[in-house]
């Protein structure tokens, strides 16, 4: 679990990168973004201390790395399931692809 923190309040993003050492990685490298505003980014945004946050304020060491932890693992899933209907995309386009082939050989050996 990679994980980068992009917080306005100084006081909890030191909070949290004490709390998360190891598992602090860059932007680029990360697994998701751990932040108490909403961002436009493509990785998946856990929040803290809003309203319909992940974590409300305040919070225990142990309260953030177990809701990290499930939320990390709720995002690998989603991956899966999204892996495996991409797979059954790809696999139905080659099907209809090969059926479309077939039929447009067959009207021109009949034509």
Do not use: W
């Not at 304020?57 to 209907?85: C, D, H, R």
Request: net charge neutral.
């Amino acid at each position: 679990m990679k994980i980068s923190f992009e917080c306005d309040c100084i006081l909890l993003q030191k909070t949290l990168l004490l709390f998360c050492q190891e598992f602090i990685a860059y932007n680029s490298e990360c697994d998701f973004i751990v932040s108490d505003r909403r961002l436009n980014t493509q990785k998946p945004l856990f929040l803290i201390g809003e309203s319909g946050s992940h974590l409300a304020l305040p919070f225990t060491k142990k309260a953030l790395v177990e809701n990290l932890k499930e939320f990390y693992s709720a995002i690998q899933v989603k991956g899966v399931k999204e892996s495996k209907k991409g797979d059954f995309n790809a696999e139905l386009d080659l099907i209809l692809a090969n059926f479309k082939a077939d039929l447009v050989e067959l009207f021109k050996r009949h034509s």
